[in-house]
């Protein structure tokens, strides 16, 4: 018995939806909507469950929280079907769940500190998350998620080699890093570690772990240890997710990031460099305000020339109350339509990526039976059924429009 839970948004709303899980394990009827606020779409999406939800199970009670609730909790309330609501930090702590709790939304900018969760189940996912990091402390023109998670904070390093301990006895065998600025991790902590500092004491204190690899990394903020693990540790996935956003310099300055387009650049040069073949990933919002279409071929370019395989590309949603909501703005259409020019731009880098992963050998960590993913995040197909969650050896034998064929070893 527990809350069936609705994630929307990024991997730490799916970290913390397994906590809510196993707070709300004595509820019975009841929803939790677990809300992102990044874009107008993930909004959208999250009111349209709701009021799905309210329609098929009219007499379930539906609590509704994560960083859209955060930001605007009135508007929430107000949805038909609507219980409770619960701010970013009471979605975590089990008082919340209790039957004749109220609704609880208090000011995110207040928190020093974020608690540890040892979660050892993901609802039969195979890769386990990690929370290192909560909170973002820059405040780019275009971000609302400041204001959803509040200021920069750190797990305890000592807390997390328990948590990844755990959760290789649990059988998992990768691990994921998550945080809002994975990058700024330690900052807060006695010391001041350095995210490769606590990279390289998790992977030296729990041995037996296989796999570990890095969620969305800022790159003006990779630091020097992080760099050495990256060239020297096997365990480390060859796989660098940089939230790059754009790559003309105009734009990144008018989304006050703290890279620049060459910066981004010699990033991308370096690890290629440190780790032949490794898989490069990054965010990008196609279609900023200001942004005309010699600022777009900007971004454009970049993509093509530096083959980036796997893009998540966003066409610019305005949220109220951040600057960039107040400059001038791209119509929609012309952003979607830029949006799918990048995208296809990625189709291309991507299947030159796994063409040239033909003939090699990979680990693959299987998801189903005959679908797993490979060291470089790449979805890797077998030949032939094999059981799920765990790791094999395979050959690649060739590749189809986003995955890769293999031969199970």
Known sequence: MSAD???????????ESEVMRGHSAALENTIIVNTCAVTAEAERQARQAIRRLARTRPA????????????????????????????????????????????????????????????????????AFLQMQQGCDHRCTFCIIPFGRGPSRSVALGELVAQARAQVAA?????????????????????????????????????????????????????????????EEPRLMPHL??????????????????????????????????RPGIAIGADLIAGFPTEDEALFAETLAFVEAMAIPFLHVFPYS?????????????????????????????????????????????????????EGLSEHFARVRLNRPVAPRVTLSARITGAARDHLLAEAL
């Not at 839970?5 to 970290?15: H, K, M, Q, S």
């Not at 703005?329 to 799918?340: C, G, H, I, Q, T």
């Open 5 to 15: 839970i609705v994630t929307f948004g990024c991997r730490l709303n799916a970290y």
């Open 60 to 127: 379930a009670r539906i609590i509704v929280t994560g960083c859209a609730v955060q930001t605007d909790p009135a508007a929430w309330s107000a949805l038909p079907g609507v219980t409770r609501v619960l701010g970013n930090l009471e979605k975590l702590r089990p008082e919340s769940f209790a039957e004749a709790a109220p609704s609880a939304v208090s000011d995110i900018m207040a928190a020093r500190e974020t608690a540890a969760h040892l979660i050892t189940d993901f609802a039969g996912r195979t890769r």
């Open 171 to 231: 059988g998992f065998q990768e691990i994921v890093l998550t945080g809002v600025d994975l990058a700024s991790f330690g900052g807060d902590l006695p010391g001041r570690p350095s995210l490769g500092q606590a990279v390289h004491r998790l992977l030296a204190l729990v041995p037996e772990l296989p796999r570990l690899r890095l969620s969305s990394l800022d790159p003006a903020a990779i630091d020097d240890d992080l760099w050495r693990l990256l060239a």
């Open 241 to 274: 997710h940089l939230s790059l956003q754009a790559a003309s310099d105009l734009i990144l300055k008018r989304m006050k990031r703290r890279h620049s387009r060459a910066g981004a650049e010699a990033v991308i040069a370096r690890a290629r460099a440190l």
């Open 318 to 370: 305005a949220r109220a109350g951040t600057p960039a909501s107040r400059m001038p703005m791209v119509p929609k259409p012309v952003r979607r339509e830029r949006a799918a020019r990048l995208r296809a731009a990625g189709e291309v880098a991507l299947a030159q990526f796994l063409a040239a992963q033909t003939g090699t050998a990979a680990r693959v960590l299987m998801e189903t039976e005959t």
